[in-house]
């Protein structure tokens, strides 16, 4: 084989234009000539090496752009709404940033986005509307581990915690916006009085008109949680279709996850017998004002004075491992914990290191097993 | 290189949330290859500020439709590309030039002396390699590792084939990996010889 055709592929790879073909055959090139590993190492090394970043010169430029932008008279800025005005620069302020990380850390986006085509074989006879509901279903989902970002025909953006599912059906956007939700999703929904948008999920049914909130129902977990942290929301739950809870910007509404409930019964405090509802205040975070219920969107996992029963179902999709902990007391701890970065064993570390109860942890391929 | 879903996202925030701060960071992260570009053609520096400036500016008033550009670098470089040529023609300057006498600044080839144990001399030796590059190369060069573009991209922005595009490519790499070939063997002749 040529010198040249090696020197090629060896462009293309580190291009990052090789095919799979094309990285094959390199790779057979390179185990016959070992002697050029050095060179193509090195090679790589300085195609990816960058520079220290220095924004001055940029900054300075930007100042200037932004002049020239004024002289021609060109509207800049996001036009505010007045009743909003301070939520909506907060928030404006902060999402950005947060997304911008999330890119930045190198997204590892599992979604697969499809749309599925129904066909029915009695087409001629079925109800017309109902087939029309079935014609076209668009379904996102992310596995365990993984996170998206969707943005849904109006324009409305919902972020897609790990093992999760989001379905709407073509006529989403005509009269009404429904979607349908399994896990954890963020939504900011654009503002559409004449739509609204509504979130069916197995425990509750969450209905806005424009606004940013956040729901988390995994079918696995104890309860459903409602977190609304600007504009107003109406949630029903399915077993009392007939009730309709308001929630106030940064009111946060926990429901039980079980069917056929028939008790109804309001409970403000948490230590008593399991509610079936509680309404909570979103607890901000006093250092820089984050909810902890945003903080996934941000690639952060936070748990707040949780059990580590419940930590662990978390860390379990957030990390897709599967965590046992043999400890009953150990299930009871209540831990406190921010990540971001870190590997699965790096964060339990870090909360083994912070918990005032030792415990111990041992990793074996997929699994996690926790004891004292 | 630019991450190009980075990229795509700032342009749709810019689009929907009609974002300030994505905005600041297309600007802050594009500008400086943009400007370089600009000035290959232009050949001075005010001259492809205000060009790029005058993308920006576009961008900003077309907010709307930027979810529809699917590549995004390619868009804005064929843009900088068109404004430059139509200012020269406009200004009568000069017959707009050949792509292969763009002039181009030097590409970044930054080494981190630490993690590539390489000698001072063997970096001496590969900067001075991409700089003997003939113009077009170089452009090619620059463009593909410092700014990010695809093969394909590259090809359409300056109306040659891919093939041309890998060819020169491929060029610039091997006179790269020679300088580090011929480091490999004396260094081994040193270690023979103790």
């Known amino acids: 084989m040529s010198q040249e055709r090696f020197w090629i592929l060896l462009t293309r790879k580190i291009a990052g234009e090789a095919s799979p073909e094309d990285l094959t055959e390199f790779e057979q090139l390179m185990q016959q000539h070992p002697e050029w590993q050095f060179a193509s190492q090195n090679l790589e090394d300085i195609w990816n090496a960058k520079p220290p970043v220095d924004l001055t010169e940029e900054e300075d430029a930007y100042m200037l752009h932004l002049h020239r932008l004024q002289e021609k008279n060109i509207p800049f800025g996001r036009p505010i709404e007045p009743e909003e005005e301070a939520a909506v620069f907060e928030l404006s302020a902060t999402a950005s940033r947060k997304r911008l990380r999330w890119l930045v850390a190198g997204l590892t986006v599992a979604a697969s986005l499809a749309a599925v085509l129904f066909f029915n074989p009695f087409s001629g006879k079925t109800d017309a509307a109902q087939a029309k509901q079935l014609a076209n279903v668009n379904e996102i989902s992310t596995r365990l581990g993984s996170k998206t970002r969707i943005q849904l025909p109006d324009g409305s953006i919902v972020w897609l915690n790990a093992g999760s599912k989001l379905t709407y059906d073509k006529e989403y956007n005509q009269d009404d916006r429904q979607v349908t939700l399994t896990g954890e999703g963020f939504f900011d929904v654009i503002k559409d009085p004449a739509k609204p948008f509504l979130v069916h999920t197995s425990t509750v049914e969450v209905r806005v008109l424009g606004t940013v909130f956040n729901v988390k129902a995994y079918p696995e977990d104890k309860t459903t949680e409602t977190s609304l942290i600007r504009g107003s929301l109406e949630v029903s739950i399915k077993s009392r279709p007939l009730d309709k809870i308001i929630l106030a910007s940064n009111e946060k509404l926990v429901v039980e996850n079980k069917k056929d409930t028939a008790k109804t019964a309001w409970k403000a405090d948490d230590e008593m017998d399991p509610p079936l509802m509680t309404l909570n205040q979103l607890k901000r975070n006093s250092r820089d004002s984050s909810i902890n219920e945003m903080q996934w969107t941000e690639n952060k996992l936070v748990f707040d004075n949780e059990p580590f029963a419940d930590i662990a179902v978390k860390m379990e999709r957030w990390f897709a491992v599967e965590i046992e902990i043999s400890d009953w007391a150990l299930q009871q701890k209540r831990l406190t914990g921010t990540f971001e970065r870190e590997s699965v064993e790096q964060a339990l570390e870090g909360l083994a290191y912070a918990s005032t109860t030792p415990f111990i942890f041992k990793r074996s391929g997929n699994k996690i097993i926790i004891h004292r | ?194």
């Open chain 2, 1 to 194: 290189m630019k991450d190009v879903l980075h990229i795509k996202w700032l342009l749709e925030q810019v689009a929907l949330q009609q974002s300030e701060e994505a905005y600041k960071k297309l600007f802050l992260l594009l500008h400086k290859p943009l400007c370089q570009f600009a000035f290959g053609i232009l050949k001075s520096n005010d001259h492809a500020q205000e060009v790029v400036s005058d993308v920006f500016i576009h961008i900003w008033e077309h907010k709307t439709k930027l979810p529809a550009i699917e590549s995004p670098l390619i868009y804005l470089y064929k843009a900088v590309k068109n404004r430059a040529l139509n200012s020269i023609a406009k200004e009568r300057r000069q017959q707009a030039l050949d792509a292969g006498e763009w002039l181009v600044p030097m590409p970044s080839v930054y080494f981190d002396p630490e993690k590539l144990m390489m000698t001072e001399e063997l970096m001496q030796k590969l900067q001075q390699a991409v700089e003997d590059l003939p113009g077009r190369c170089r452009l090619i060069f620059k463009l593909i590792k410092d700014d990010g573009l695809k093969y394909k991209e590259v090809a359409e922005l300056l109306q040659i084939s891919v093939k041309t595009v890998e060819a020169q490519m491929t060029i610039a790499m091997r006179r790269l990996g020679k300088c580090m070939q011929m480091e490999v063997s004396s260094f081994n002749v040193r270690i023979s010889k103790k």
